[in-house]
């Protein structure tokens, strides 16, 4: 059972005007443990085992890798970095930028190996 706390040694980061605090204590082990370069793996095992060492400061949610925090706060924030060079339209995530792109440009990149057909976006 996981009893110990865990120190997170981590400057929070600013995104839009918004602190980003990473929790500073998690239960997980059964002693002490800073993250450094030296246990690395032992952060990498917390993705592994549900430990989420950031936590949303607008919100309950709470994240295992800082990255997944980044791209969260875009929510709350409206942060919108990608935008189509075509119509100028802005969007939070790069995966909804390149799928509007491709209905932009009528590309079809992805095609059936068994019949030939091609596709917008790797669904089908």
Not at 85 to 94: A, I, R
């Amino acid at each position: 059972k996981f009893k110990t706390e865990i120190e997170v040694k981590e400057e929070p980061i600013m995104i839009q005007d918004v602190e980003i605090n990473p929790k500073e204590e998690i239960e997980i082990y059964d002693e002490p443990i800073s993250f450094t370069e030296e246990n690395y793996h032992l952060k990498n095992e917390l993705t592994h085992t549900g430990g989420k060492l950031y936590q949303c400061s607008q919100c309950d949610e709470a994240f295992s890798r800082k990255s997944d925090l980044i791209k969260h706060m875009r929510m709350h924030t409206g942060v919108k970095p990608f935008q189509c060079n075509q119509c100028t339209k802005d969007f939070s995530w790069k995966s909804h930028h390149i799928n509007h792109y491709i209905t932009q440009t009528g590309e079809k990149p992805y095609q059936c190996s068994q019949c030939g057909l091609v596709y917008p976006q790797n669904r089908h």
